[in-house]
């Protein structure tokens, strides 16, 4: 299994980004995926994950309404559409296997990971 995350980069508050991550190794339309984040000194956090199908997303509540999550199964590649950034969104985000559990939000519900790329948002 692999997962290489890609998009992040430096951007204004108010402003967007979008997050690509490659999958491989895995039947990639069977599995439901997300995307976390990890500010310096504080714990992974959930943010956004998506059904295999891509028909139900979940938000943790402080990106609801700004990120979309999205998949491509044709392509093998997650997405994540993060508009109206705010300096709080800065962290390293990372796209994530689901272990196929019934739960979606907590880290443990996954069982492979990228390797996670830099967000920074700062004017």
């Known amino acids: 299994v692999q997962l290489v995350e890609s998009g992040g980069g430096l951007a204004q508050p108010g402003g967007s980004l979008r997050l690509s991550c490659a999958a491989s190794?895995?039947?990639?339309?069977?599995?439901?995926m997300a995307w976390f984040r990890q500010a310096p000194g504080k714990e992974r956090e959930f943010v956004a994950a998506?059904?295999?199908?891509?028909?139900?997303?979940y938000y943790t509540d402080s990106v609801r309404g700004r990120f979309t999550i999205s998949r491509d199964n044709a392509k093998n590649t997650l997405y994540l559409q993060m508009n109206s950034l705010k300096p709080e969104d800065t962290a390293l985000y990372y796209c994530?296997?689901?272990?196929?559990?019934?739960?979606?939000?907590?880290?443990?519900?996954?069982?492979?990971w990228g390797q996670g790329t830099q967000v920074t948002v700062s004017s």
């Open positions: 994530a296997k689901s272990k196929m559990s019934r739960s979606y939000y907590q880290v443990d519900d996954y069982d492979y």
């Open positions: 190794g895995f039947t990639f339309s069977s599995y439901a």
């Open positions: 998506i059904t295999w199908s891509g028909g139900i997303t």
